[in-house]
């Protein structure tokens, strides 16, 4: 057991330093005039001369790479060639905003997932089942922006019942000083009792919420499905269901308790879309979160903040993944 | 089953329950009806760097309500108005220049605004070397006569008064607020710091989102009448969230939206556009450092094939002029009328005086990616191209591995044509002149490779000129422009208008191109 | 040369006769067999666009100012985009790119995956060890970011968007392979080639590869959707094809502007996107209820 997390952790290790590698050779191969760029448009040639020195790039490159894994150990991912600003401290200014986004759809995304393939593998090859089973399907195969497009088109557009984007409207947040504990403001105006926020807020997540665990609920119902149908075959739970066991009990005790760890597997994948959907999402309805920033980063061929930010949710992938494998490895019914 | 639809219900009736506690989507909240503050939805971060003397960039728009100037250029009245200097004067060879300072003027962090400022301020600008630091290159020394006058001596003569109103470079700040180490003032600046002398002081800022000012107690001109007293610059990109923001009365000003999205504004009743002559234009620049575009009549006649009118007509839909000049028709020196405009026929006259007249020959038309109206443009050129027989091929890339490319000691990865916006960062011809059509060493600017010593020692004698004899300085202005014109290197695509959006409450915004974007907020209130 | 036939025919025939049956199975599957339609519909209309679609120049450069931003109509059944092209032309050619595109990056990621994989399973030692922890480092990224940088790092073309997509589609593939490779190698009738002297590599494209084909052809017909939405989403990000291609993504991405007042524009590209990944995943879904044994049951 402690072997496989040692060897799981140096494994991580590993993967990390690869992942450094990669970023690092990204940043310096790009075909632009770094330099240029981080003097501005208007830049004279003189100017531009200056910032190379300034930035570094006129040593060779392992040195480059050494002066590289030394900022990284400070945490300094380089300055935007845009903001002049450190990458690391926009990417601080806009995790929260995206941990919000991400853990309520997740958290979205399993309830409903979970629900559905409950109730899908209990009425199995029922018309209720296929309509579930299409819909998983369909759910993984929506490009996550178009939905959002359609959504802001639906509420916005035609209903006028929800914002068309931002995280809190414009009139909020000039007029009042936003409470910053957390940094999520659905739970900070909470924790403030400032219910106008929280309403505020809300109006302002559900569309992307939506957008953002359309994927998980997908992968999720499916999953718990097949897991559940499997589980029930099994013969200790004919035998629970023959003892005259409520539905209930023999779903929600035994059932489900089986089902955790594909369902796990299952949340883990879906994460990592989510990551990579909030990119899309975020730009669709200018959630100033990481996603954000790495599409305004990516349309500015912002170099720096791209890898950066590719970098750190590389970095947070390997941690939830490492994390998940040792929750799964210490649960006794998963065999290593 | 039953359980099923039950929890459906409850979830559509929860849904419906959040929705609806909101209110609707105009004036939420009633919008920002405060009377004392204005809120500014800008396209860009409202601050990218807090130097005053870095600023070279649309952050301006909050420097020149911190900051102030030592004169204000009124662009439509062709006048200098007097802000910290209360009058100047130059000597005959423009070498000299004296200014008169206001007295009584406070800084914001209470020390008093004397001519030591302004040496100091002017002297760190011109010594930095960073952004719009060239603008006062000429300066030679800075004489302090007493403490409210200073002198200007300049190396060559040069338009001081216009340097000195510019929207960029131009702040004056603190001595003694502000280190004399540049690396230790510009860090302390970025911490979030500002020290001029104009109506706001800054009260907070999220970086990347928003920048709050609030007004100065003991600004120089007083508080009386109506005023805001604080003035909110926040971020948003997107274009539609803006339009949502302004539609919502969410915001008093905002800028850069699709021409589209303003044809619906100016619909709506709550809404004010501001329409004016602008002082940017588009420029495309065409390669003559290589065939076949080294040839001039074909360069001709690719400037007859280009559809002028259709540009204006679909991709500005009418919020930009003809071009006239290689300079926009507004600013002085320009000349009135461009030789070029869209006749196929003589397009085919020139090829045809080039030796190719059925073209049979590819040219690249370089854009930036992602921008709308360029793509537009470079899609329409192609299909008049196409009918004379040239292929245009489309490459679009990121601003700067366009700008690398063109750059470039291989003349054969420079673009044919490459497609840019250029804006006045001075008032004077020589913004357009000296970086894109004389000769320099490395190629930087003059991105149609076109050197010509006859055009050279005419911009140098404008420049002189310009702070001599302003009248004489314009007539050399139009020749350079004829010239240009007559060697044909670059594309005129016409000059861009000035649209402002702002809600119908909001009073006391007076346009002034030298000053694009920038909303002096002293000078406006609400109306109730 | 005839012996060569004979042995391929021996050794295929059965492999085919396993397929029939695969597809009879999935036949009995009504989406699959409706997704199958669609899909070759859109092969056809992929196939045949430039010559059925009612504006062929529009596929192209074609402007035609006047008539922009169409609602649906008779002539355009679709509407038209910003610069009066014909939107259901463009969707067409879209087809067409989006199923070449896909095809080519999962096959090219599936074969070149499959001979690493098969390299480090057979090979052992440090060569698995290595490709392995590659794998694990490409695959640490998480999906599409790594992709958006590469791209962003070529520049923003179609071309070089599909380099990007193959430069970090390929690992599962090697992962894949490696695993079966592994098990196979345990079976008696590899030990029994490799105890009379067989060379390795025979081992290892004679009995191993084919072998470990099933997996790969479900990983590959699920991908094939995947892959068209990443594509899509690059290009939407404007890193992936550029105008006046009709790509999909893009076709979505420059209707932004206009999405509020001329939802057309916006929603019939999605729907393209949508369909033909919906019908794409329900093939894949098909075929690997079919294949693998271990979903047969349910």
Redesign the interface.
């Known amino acids: 057991m402690y072997k496989y997390i040692l060897k799981r952790v140096l494994l991580s290790i590993i993967v990390l330093f690869g992942i450094i590698l990669i970023s690092f050779c990204i940043t310096r191969v790009i075909p632009t005039d770094v330099a240029a760029k981080w003097a501005g448009p208007k830049a004279t040639a003189e100017q531009v001369a200056a910032a190379r020195v300034e930035l570094g790039l006129d040593l060779p490159y392992h040195q480059q790479f050494f002066n590289y894994c030394g900022d990284l150990l400070h945490f300094d991912l380089g300055k935007s060639y845009i903001t002049h600003r450190p990458v690391t401290t926009e990417i601080m200014n806009g995790l929260m905003a995206t941990v919000e986004l991400v853990i309520l759809a997740d958290l979205l995304g399993l309830i409903a997932g979970v629900f559905l393939g409950m109730y899908s593998a209990k009425h199995k090859n029922k018309f209720i089942d296929y309509i579930c089973r299409f819909s998983s399907i369909t759910f993984v195969s929506m490009p996550s922006f178009w939905l959002g497009l359609a959504l802001q088109l639906i509420f916005f557009g035609i209903l006028s019942l929800l914002p068309l984007g931002g995280r809190i409207s414009t009139a909020f947040a000039v007029l009042h000083q936003l409470p910053d504990i957390t940094g999520m403001l659905l739970l900070d105006s909470l924790l403030t009792g400032n219910f106008m926020l929280f309403a505020d807020a809300l109006k302002h997540l559900i569309l992307p919420v939506i957008v953002v665990s359309i994927y998980p609920t997908g992968l999720v119902l499916r999953q718990t499905r097949s897991a559940l149908l499997e589980i029930l075959n099994e013969d200790y739970m004919t035998a629970a269901k023959s003892y005259g066991l409520k539905d209930r009990v023999v779903y929600w005790r035994y059932a489900l308790k089986n089902c955790i760890g594909p369902t796990i597997t299952a949340i883990t994948y879906a994460f990592a879309y989510t990551l990579t959907n909030t990119c899309l999402v975020e730009a669709i309805f200018s959630w100033p979160g990481i996603g954000k920033y790495i599409a305004n980063a990516v349309t500015n061929y912002d170099f720096p903040a791209i890898m950066g930010t590719t970098l750190f949710t590389a970095l947070v992938y390997v941690i939830f993944n490492l994390v998940a494998d040792i929750i799964a490895a210490s649960d006794p019914r998963v065999r290593m | 089953?039953k359980r099923?639809k039950l929890?459906l219900t409850i979830l559509v009736a929860m849904?419906m329950l959040?929705?609806?506690?909101?209110g609707?989507?105009?004036g939420?909240?009633?919008?920002?009806q405060?009377a004392s503050?204005a809120?500014y939805?800008t396209p860009y971060?409202p601050i990218?760097?807090w130097d005053p003397s870095v600023c070279?960039?649309t952050d301006n728009s909050v420097f020149h309500n911190v900051y102030e100037t030592l004169l204000y250029y009124d662009l439509n009245k062709d006048t200098f108005e007097p802000v910290l200097a209360t009058e100047y004067s130059n000597s005959d060879d423009g070498l000299v220049w004296n200014f008169k300072l206001r007295e009584g003027v406070k800084f914001h962090d209470g020390s008093d605004f004397t001519a030591e400022d302004v040496k100091f301020s002017i002297e760190r600008t011109r010594d930095c070397?960073?952004?719009?630091s060239?603008m006062w290159d000429a300066v030679k020394e800075i004489n302090i006569i007493n403490d409210y006058e200073v002198e200007l001596v300049l190396s060559y003569p040069d338009s001081i008064e216009l340097v000195a109103s510019c929207a960029y470079a131009s702040f004056i700040m603190s001595s003694e607020s502000v280190d004399a180490d540049f690396k230790t003032s510009t860090a302390w600046f970025n911490e979030g710091k500002e020290c001029g002398t104009g109506p706001y002081m800054l009260k907070s800022q999220?970086?990347?989102?928003?920048v709050?000012l609030t007004k100065y107690d003991n600004y120089w001109k007083g508080w009386e009448g109506k005023h805001f007293t604080d003035v909110?610059f926040?971020y948003?990109?997107?274009?539609?969230?803006r339009r949502?923001?302004m539609e919502?009365g969410?915001?008093d000003v905002t800028y850069d939206l699709?021409a589209?999205d303003v044809l619906?504004l100016q619909k709506n009743d709550a809404i004010k556009v501001s329409v004016d002559n602008g002082l940017s234009d588009i420029i495309i620049f065409m390669n003559t450092s290589r065939a076949p575009l080294n040839d001039v009549n074909i360069r001709k006649a690719c400037a007859y094939a280009f559809p002028y009118e259709?540009k204006l007509?679909?991709v500005d839909l009418g919020f930009a002029t003809l071009a006239t000049d290689v300079i926009p028709s507004t600013m002085w020196g320009a000349n009135q009328k461009s030789p070029y405009y869209y006749d196929l026929d003589k397009a085919k006259e020139y090829l045809a005086a080039a030796g190719k007249p059925n073209g049979g020959f590819t040219l690249e038309f370089a854009y930036s990616?992602?921008s709308?109206s360029w793509?537009?443009i470079a899609?329409?050129y192609?299909?008049e191209l196409?009918k004379i027989g040239i292929t245009l091929e489309?490459a679009?890339?990121?601003?700067?591995?366009n700008?690398?490319r063109a750059?470039s000691q291989n003349k054969k990865d420079r673009p044919d044509f490459l497609i840019t916006m250029q804006w006045a960062?001075l008032m004077s011809p020589a913004y357009a002149y000296k970086?894109m059509f004389h000769s320099?060493?490395?190629v930087?600017?003059n991105l149609s490779y076109y050197y010509n010593p006859k055009l050279d020692k005419l911009i140098d004698e404008a420049i002189r000129m310009t702070a001599i004899d302003k009248d004489k300085a314009a007539e050399l202005y139009k020749q350079c422009g004829q010239i240009v014109a007559e060697d044909c290197v670059v594309l005129t695509g016409g000059d861009k208008k000035d649209i402002m959006i702002f809600n119908s409450g909001f009073e006391g915004y007076y346009h002034n191109a030298a000053y694009k974007g920038i909303v002096f907020f002293y000078d406006c209130s609400r109306a109730k | 040369m005839e012996s060569f036939f004979e042995k391929m025919k021996k050794s295929f025939l059965p492999k085919y006769k396993e397929f029939r049956l695969s597809l009879h199975l999935m036949n009995r599957n009504k989406l699959s067999q409706l997704s199958m339609i669609i899909l070759i519909i859109l092969v056809v209309a992929a196939i045949l666009a430039p010559y059925i679609a009612p504006y062929p120049g529009d596929i192209y450069g074609e402007v035609h100012m006047g008539s922009a931003l169409q609602p649906p109509s008779k002539d355009h059944i679709l509407g038209t985009d910003e610069v009066g092209r014909d939107i259901f032309s463009r969707l067409l050619q879209g087809t067409r790119i989006s199923l070449a595109c896909s095809i080519i990056i999962v096959l090219i990621c599936a074969v070149f995956g499959a001979i690493l994989g098969a390299a480090a399973g057979t090979l052992g030692r440090w060569i698995d060890d290595v490709l392995m922890r590659i794998t694990d480092i490409f695959m640490a990224f998480p999906p599409l970011l790594l992709t958006i940088a590469f791209s962003a790092l070529l520049g923003a073309s179609l071309k070089n968007a599909i380099i990007a997509m193959m430069l970090t589609w390929w690992p599962p593939y090697a992962r894949l392979m490696r695993n079966s490779a592994l098990t196979i190698r345990e079976r008696p009738y590899v030990k029994a080639a490799e105890a009379i002297g067989t060379k390795k590599l025979r081992i290892t494209v004679k009995h191993i590869m084919p072998n470990c084909i099933a997996p790969l052809i479900i990983q590959a017909s699920m991908d094939m959707g995947a892959v068209i939405l990443s594509l899509a989403s690059l290009s939407f990000l404007g890193l992936g094809a550029q105008s006046p291609q009709p790509e999909w993504g893009l076709m979505i991405s420059t209707s932004r502007a206009y999405f509020l007042n001329c939802p057309w524009y916006s929603i019939f590209p999605g729907l393209a996107i949508v369909i033909t990944v919906l019908a794409m995943n329900l093939i894949g879904d098909g075929l690997r209820e079919v294949l693998d044994p271990k979903t047969k049951k349910n």
Request: glycine letters at 10%; aromatic letters at 8%.
């Open positions: 089953m099923f929890l849904a959040l929705t609806g506690c909101g609707d989507r105009s939420a909240n009633g919008g920002v405060e503050i809120v939805s971060e990218l760097d070279f960039s070397k960073m952004g719009p060239y999220t970086p990347g989102d928003k709050i909110v926040q948003t990109s997107e274009t539609a969230v949502q923001i919502g969410e915001a699709p589209l619906e259709d007509k679909y990616a992602g709308e793509k537009k899609e329409m192609k299909a196409a489309l679009p890339a990121s601003w700067d591995t700008w690398t750059k960062d970086p320099e060493d490395t930087n600017w």
